[in-house]
């Protein structure tokens, strides 16, 4: 096995893994982890197909067709991040017939695909052109979609994506983490546009190699972060091997009130793990282990149980009735109003509109 098919082999099964990881997970929003989920898979067959071309076995009618149909999977990478940003930034998102059509372009591409190879006189030869032209689509079609998904979080979080992404929360995280190595998988595809060179009927190894090992970096710089934020994937046996004593574990969990109480970190909408690991004087794994274990939530949803508390208070204050609900958001550190929304009717069975009035209705005198 060759260097080049090793890390397309690993980059494919870490993404792999990933998915099915994000599949499994019972936390969170479902309909965000699927399609995230959906979103790696492709990330792997493009891999996988480009893993494939660029070790020789487009030689083969069968396997170089199977590989290009692989490499189309590039057209569902682009749809799948835009639906994924909606499913975060929209109250009970739920895909829409008509949002379906996101994936025609892929079904054209197979089908396409499909029919040329079939009944293509000389297949051979479109291996000097078709990768090429499969390219420049590509480029065209993930660049609109990663505008429209920019545009659709900046839209809904009412600022700049980067100062969302910068100060996101919860799922945002994997927006996070995946932004970046779709900005560079992107400029990958770019370069075998343009030093490709149409006139030499054959794949050349040091094209695919560009985007394999860019794809090896990404998966496993992917899953480095995720085993430091420790809040992403389901925990399994994570704290198996953890040195953190029950004694230990009791005395930090009073000292993590005390300050949640006393200085109220969660008010700061730019709170992270790390962050308040390091106000305690301890390491981000550890703390995990606390707020999963002793208080059997993730780090999120923790810190929106106390931001929904403080937005209990404050609706209920009849000093403040003046206040907007958006206003209130901001104030106990939520960064946009479908982000309050979601964690209050999930924390309290309401939205903050029909507990404000509720509770304007109780205090009112008989």
Avoid at 336 to 353: D, L, R, V
Wanted: with cysteine.
């Amino acid at each position: 096995m060759t260097l080049l098919q090793l890390a397309g082999a690993v980059a494919v099964a870490q993404s792999l893994l990933i998915a099915i990881s994000l599949m499994s997970k019972r936390t969170g929003l479902r309909t965000s982890n699927l399609l995230l989920s959906a979103l790696f898979i492709s990330f792997a067959l493009l891999t996988a197909g480009f893993a494939a071309l660029g070790s020789g076995f487009g030689r083969y009618h069968l396997w170089y067709g199977a590989a290009t149909l692989a490499t189309g999977t590039s057209f569902l990478i682009g749809p799948l991040l835009l639906l994924y940003v909606k499913s975060l930034v929209l109250s009970r998102y739920r895909i829409r017939p008509i949002e379906w059509a996101h994936f025609a372009a892929f079904l054209i591409f197979a089908i396409a695909t499909v029919l040329v190879l079939q009944f293509a006189d000389d297949w051979k030869s479109l291996r000097r052109y078709l990768p090429f032209a499969i390219s420049a689509a590509v480029l065209i079609h993930n660049a609109a979609y990663l505008g429209c998904a920019i545009r659709c979080l900046a839209a809904a979080r009412g600022a700049s994506w980067l100062r969302v992404l910068a100060t996101g929360e919860g799922e945002l995280t994997w927006l996070r983490l995946i932004m970046p190595g779709y900005l560079v998988l992107w400029l990958s595809r770019l370069q075998f546009c343009m030093v490709g060179d149409v006139t030499v009927a054959r794949w050349c190894p040091y094209k695919a190699s560009t985007y394999i090992f860019g794809a090896f970096v990404f998966s496993n710089t992917l899953l480095y972060l995720i085993v430091r934020s420790a809040d992403v994937l389901p925990p399994y046996r994570r704290y198996e091997k953890s040195d953190l004593d029950e004694l230990e574990k009791r005395r930090r969990k009073e000292e993590l009130l005390d300050l949640m109480d006393g200085q109220k970190p969660y008010l700061n909408p730019c709170l992270t793990m790390s962050g308040l690991a390091r106000q305690l004087r301890i390491s981000p794994r550890h703390l995990s282990q606390i707020i999963n274990e002793l208080f059997g939530r993730n780090f999120c949803d923790f810190i929106n149980s106390y931001r929904i508390e403080e937005s209990k208070r404050l609706l209920s204050d009849p000093v403040g009735e003046e206040r907007s609900i958006l206003d209130i958001a901001y104030d106990v550190g939520f960064n946009s109003k479908s982000t309050f929304n979601s964690a209050f009717k999930k924390h309290t069975g309401m939205k903050p509109s029909e507990f404000r009035a509720l509770r304007s209705a109780l205090s009112r005198p008989a």
